[in-house]
């Protein structure tokens, strides 16, 4: 019987299929005790006798992976590669799946959600109910508003999608988007930063788009800014972000992700922030369709190769 992990701690919550499934096709499963993100360290004393990984968003580095001789596949459940040392993988012949069509519209609609609740300062109009006071805080319309998309993949068109009904004009800056008919695309990110009231980004984590939204950024948007981030942590340099948000109070940010999670830093303490811990593919309908997929991925090289 081959054992496996499964190490994203919400695993089979909403339904067991996924687990059932695994389970049926009879490998031994291991789940994460923790109920949260693995470290490096945790991830390797659970994996070192397991030949299958159903992945969440841990490392798998290379200082990871070479502690790791029993390993033959990660089976990712979600979209997101990074943190993945792919080279590793395919010189060691190690498999690598994911799920990548499953999360675009929950994580579309988060992002629809955020921006909204920013604009209109729900949060705040909010607090100041549960904290006994009936004082209105002014917020802004979505119609009429520029919004830029760092990024044109899955989520970024499903958002775009989602905008049509609000009179907006949507520009994007994604350089690995050759043509798009349709779209309003522009060559460089300043000029996309400059121009629009509304930024969100929708990209993956590189050593290239790592801070790809810096202080350099910070001094060329407009001093109302709202900034959206349901992709990865690292994007944003947060001590750049906390000074702009601190300095200019008609601006505001909308942040899942974080550069370290759980997130307990100085961005909480920013009454223009909104925060949620990571829940962008954290719907009942997706989860339990990312996990199944992830399973059947897993079930499958192990049959097929």
């Keep these: 019987m081959k054992k496996i992990l499964v190490s994203t701690s919400s ?3 909403e339904s067991t299929a996924p687990l059932d499934v695994l389970r049926e096709a009879g490998f031994e499963v ?3 005790p923790h109920g949260r993100k693995l470290t490096k360290d945790e991830t390797i004393s659970l994996l070192t006798s ?22 033959k596949v990660i089976s990712r459940c979600g979209a997101g590669l990074d943190g993945i040392d792919i080279q590793y993988l395919k010189a060691n012949d190690i498999g690598l799946y994911n799920t990548p069509e499953v999360h675009a519209s929950a994580v579309a609609e988060l992002t629809l959600a955020g921006l909204l609740a920013c604009l209109k300062k729900v949060v705040a109009n909010h607090q100041t109910v549960t904290n006994g006071k009936w004082q209105k805080i002014m917020g802004a319309n979505l119609s009429g508003k520029k919004i830029g998309l760092i990024g044109y993949g899955k989520v970024a068109r499903a958002f775009h999608k989602m905008l049509t009904g609000f009179d907006c004009e949507v520009i994007i800056y994604d350089p690995y988007l050759l043509n798009d008919n349709g779209i309003h695309k522009v060559e460089q990110l300043n000029e996309l930063a400059s121009a629009c009231d509304i930024l969100s980004l929708h990209i993956p984590l590189t050593e290239t788009t790592r801070n790809i939204i810096s202080n350099s950024i910070f001094q060329v948007v407009k001093k109302n800014l709202v900034l959206l981030n349901t992709s990865r942590g690292g994007l944003i340099d947060e001590a750049a972000l906390a000074n702009f948000l601190t300095t200019n109070k008609e601006a505001s940010a909308y942040l899942d992700v974080f ?11 920013l009454p223009n922030l909104v925060m949620s811990p990571h829940i962008g593919t954290f719907t009942k309908e997706t989860r339990v369709q990312m996990e199944y997929e992830a399973s059947i991925n897993l079930i499958n090289f192990f049959k097929h190769g």
């Design 50 to 71: 397991c030949e299958g990984v159903v992945a969440g968003t841990e490392a798998y580095s290379q200082d990871v992976l070479v502690k790791l001789p029993n390993l």
């Design 11 to 13: 695993f089979a919550v």
């Design 30 to 32: 291991a789940l994460n």
């Design 259 to 269: 550069e370290t999670e759980p997130y307990q830093g100085a961005l909480t303490a």
